[in-house]
């Protein structure tokens, strides 16, 4: 049974940080590429950051220089290091595996950033 289970999540003020995970079972984790997407309300989702099996990464413009998304094979977690917070990075993050035709979703986690 294919599982991801983001955590991290929380309240955070403008300018923080916070480390999002995503632990991952069910499947070959490293044959996968892992993603972060968010959902804003009342905004379609969208990518944050991805990275392959290899470890090659890709970020959005929005974040680029702010987060870094990494693996751990080992642990079969992906991660996604959040530094100087926005109150516009306020959004559901959730966690995607891919591999040719196949994607898995995580149920999300909520990131809010405000005073």
């Known amino acids: 049974q294919v599982q991801l289970v983001e955590s991290g999540g929380g309240l955070v003020q403008p300018g923080g940080s916070l480390r999002l995970s995503c632990a991952a079972s069910g499947f070959i984790f490293s044959n996968y590429a892992m993603a972060w997407y968010r959902q804003a309300p009342g905004k379609q989702r969208e990518l944050v950051a991805i990275?392959?099996?290899?470890?090659?990464?890709n970020y959005a413009g929005s974040v680029k220089g702010r987060f870094t998304i990494s693996r751990d094979n080992a642990k079969n977690t992906v991660y996604l290091q959040m530094s100087s917070l926005k109150p516009e990075d306020t959004a559901v993050y959730y966690c995607k595996a891919n591999w040719r035709t196949r994607d898995y979703w995580g149920q999300g986690t909520q990131v809010t950033v405000s005073s």
């Open positions: 990275i392959t099996g290899g470890g090659a990464t």
